[in-house]
């Protein structure tokens, strides 16, 4: 599984949970503190389940296992 590329808010690098695959979205979820996530407004939607790019990598790089790519190897 791939890393995706950031969505640009502001100047800000940002993920949307509701955007990512379902295996990434549920275990990122369970990494993440209530604090890490930011409401952002756009088009007069706010979107609730946004996080800062550079954790979302960090999670990814070093706590983030795609079981079903392990799998592949047996």
């Known amino acids: 599984m791939r890393k995706v590329i950031p969505q640009f808010y502001e100047g800000k690098e940002i993920?949307?949970?509701s955007r990512l695959p379902l295996n990434?979205?549920?275990s990122l979820r369970d990494?993440?503190?209530?604090g890490s996530y930011m409401t952002?407004?756009?088009d007069d939607v706010l979107l609730h389940d946004c996080v800062a790019y550079d954790e979302y990598e960090y999670w990814f790089e070093?706590?983030?296992t795609d079981f079903s790519e392990a799998?592949?190897?047996f």
């Open 31 to 34: 990494y993440l503190s209530a």
């Open 40 to 42: 952002i407004r756009v």
């Open 71 to 73: 799998l592949e190897v």
């Open 24 to 26: 990434q979205a549920n």
């Open 15 to 17: 993920v949307q949970l």
């Open 62 to 64: 070093y706590c983030f």
